[in-house]
């Protein structure tokens, strides 16, 4: 089993950038494929971004394609979300997850643990 703590979120103006970051524990994160998600306000929960287990192999979300990148460093057991070019839309809690399959999903059902989220802001 592992533990995923997210952290770095905040508030930040439309157009400004952020990283936030997702540390693991109890094992070995390059078990794992890792996956971000996020949840607006009144909305369910929706894909982000996900990488593979060697960080080869990614997948956005068209809304946050070219803005943002995922990146893990297996060796710190923490996999990262830069976050560029923000817009208000992009506001919500995000959460990191993990999959202990073997390919990239964007299907929030595949993963298996989750983190507690990072409240993200973004302000017109």
């Known amino acids: 089993q592992v533990q995923l703590v997210e952290s770095g979120g905040g508030l930040v103006q439309a157009g400004g950038s952020l990283r936030v970051s997702c540390a693991a524990s109890g094992r070995t994160l390059s078990t794992y494929v890792m996956g971000w998600f996020r949840q607006a306000p009144g909305k369910e929960r929706e894909f982000v971004a996900a990488?593979?287990?060697?960080?080869?192999?990614?997948s956005y979300a068209s809304a946050v394609k070219g803005r943002f990148t995922i990146s893990r460093d297996n060796a710190k057991n923490t996999v990262y979300l830069q976050m560029n070019s923000l817009k208000p839309e992009d506001t919500a809690v995000y959460y990191c997850?993990?999959?202990?399959?073997?390919?990239?999903?964007?299907?929030?059902?595949?993963?298996?643990?989750w983190g507690q989220g990072t409240q993200v802001t973004v302000s017109s």
């Open positions: 990488i593979s287990r060697n960080g080869i192999s990614t």
């Open positions: 997850a993990a999959d202990y399959g073997l390919l990239i999903t964007t299907r929030e059902s595949d993963y298996n643990y």
